[in-house]
């Protein structure tokens, strides 16, 4: 299973931003200042958000993908990483918020399932603009390919 890496998405709009306002920086990435504050702050793109913030920052959005085998950190970790970093939290709310969020997941996580499971989020595809069709064509070709390549070479 491939997930987008979030956490680096966001470390990289966040530089690549710099002293830009985050208005500024979401008009010259074609996104609503909500859509770029909040992946900036970690949040699921939709695809052509993503799309839109791949071209802003001149990177392909395959090196975004990552397998959970190879992930760093833990999804506890990174749901407890975004807590700490919520500036709308006081660090005591965020801690006792974790340490529940930690222990019903100690409870609840069952053991990671081995399956192969590709999937694409296309909440908007409905109302693509002209000429977007073409682009997500040659996006969802690219990481077709690469997924493609991953599981013949016994990654996935």
């Known amino acids: 299973m491939e997930r987008l890496d979030l956490t680096q998405l966001g470390a990289m709009l966040r530089e690549r931003r710099g002293k830009l306002s985050l208005r500024q920086a979401a ?9 770029f504050t909040r992946i ?22 395959g090196q975004f993908f990552m397998s959970t085998a190879l992930r760093e950190v833990a999804p ?9 970093s919520d500036p709308r939290l006081e660090p005591d709310a965020a801690s006792k918020i974790a340490e529940m969020l930690r222990s019903m997941y100690d409870v609840l ?12 989020h296309l909440r908007a595809a409905s109302m693509l603009r002209p000429g977007v069709p073409e682009r997500l064509n040659s996006l ?4 077709h390919s690469k997924l493609a390549a991953r599981v013949s070479a016994g990654e996935l």
């Open 27 to 35: 008009a010259e990435a074609g996104v609503s200042f909500s859509t």
């Open 40 to 61: 900036e702050a970690g949040a699921q793109p939709d695809l052509t958000s993503f799309t839109l913030l791949c071209a802003w920052l001149g990177v392909s959005p």
């Open 76 to 84: 506890i970790d990174e749901a407890i990483a975004h807590l700490a």
């Open 109 to 120: 996580a069952k053991a990671p399932v081995q399956r192969q499971v590709v999937a694409c």
């Open 140 to 143: 969802l070709g690219e990481m």
